[in-house]
C-alpha cells in the first residue's frame, strides 16, 4: 500500500481523506457557544479569554469588526463571530466573553479577540473522531471548518482560525465596506 504525506507532515493511506492539519494524536480545543452551536478552537491558538468589557468602535469596517480593545496597552481587532458567519450581531449578556487568539502569518504574530457566546470547556477531540468538513448544509463557509470533532454523540465544528480570521481577507472586505459617495439623481422630477 502506498503512502502520502499530508500537510500535517503525517502519512497516511493513498487515498485516505485525512483533514488538513489534523493529527493523529489527540487534540485539545477550547469549546464555546455561539447562536446556539458549539464551535471549537485548537488550545494552541489561545492566548487567554476576558471578560466582555470596553469596545471601541471604528468607523467604515465591515459589520462583523466590533472594534478595538486596549489589551495591557496592545491594540487588538474584536470580530464578531456571528457576524463574520453571515448573521446577525451577537447579543450582549454576562456569559459573552472575548477569546483572544494568536494568529501567525507571514511569520508575523498578530492578536485578535472574538467574541463569542459563552465558552463551555477544554475537550480532547482524538482525530479518529474528526471528519472532513461537509461539504454543503452548514450556515458558514466550508473553508472556515476544519473538521467536524465528534463529542458524546453529537457534533462540534472545529474552526480553521487562519481563514476565518484571515488579516489580509478582512482588510480587502474592509475597503469595500468604505461606503461609496450618493449619486445625484439625474432628469426632471415627475409631473402629475
Known amino acids: ?20 492539519g489534523v493529527e493523529t494524536s489527540p487534540a485539545q480545543y477550547l469549546t464555546f457557544l455561539l447562536g446556539g452551536e458549539m464551535f471549537a478552537v485548537g488550545i494552541l491558538n489561545i492566548k487567554e479569554i476576558i471578560e466582555y468589557g470596553t469596545v471601541t468602535e471604528i468607523p467604515m469596517v465591515p459589520p462583523f469588526i466590533r472594534g478595538v480593545i486596549n ?4 491594540v487588538v481587532p474584536v ?9 446577525k450581531r451577537s447579543e450582549i449578556s454576562r456569559r459573552t466573553c472575548i477569546v483572544i487568539i494568536e494568529l501567525t502569518e507571514n511569520d ?16 480532547e477531540i482524538p482525530a479518529s473522531e474528526i471528519e472532513p468538513p461537509p461539504s454543503f448544509g452548514a450556515r458558514i463557509r466550508a473553508d ?4 467536524m470533532g465528534k463529542v458524546n454523540g ?18 480587502s472586505l474592509a475597503t469595500l465596506a468604505t461606503p461609496a459617495l450618493p449619486e445625484v439623481a439625474t432628469g426632471s422630477p415627475v409631473q402629475d
Open 71 to 74: 489589551l495591557r496597552g496592545a
Open 1 to 20: 500500500m502506498s503512502t502520502l504525506p499530508t500537510a500535517a507532515g503525517q502519512i497516511t493511506p493513498a487515498g485516505a481523506k485525512t483533514p488538513a
Open 79 to 87: 470580530i464578531d463571530l456571528a457576524s463574520r458567519f453571515g448573521g
Open 144 to 147: 472556515f471548518i476544519r473538521g
Open 154 to 171: 453529537k457534533f462540534v465544528i472545529i474552526l480553521e482560525v487562519a481563514k476565518v480570521l484571515s488579516v489580509d481577507e478582512i482588510a
Open 108 to 123: 508575523e504574530r498578530q492578536d485578535v479577540g472574538v467574541v463569542v457566546d459563552a465558552v463551555s470547556e477544554v475537550l
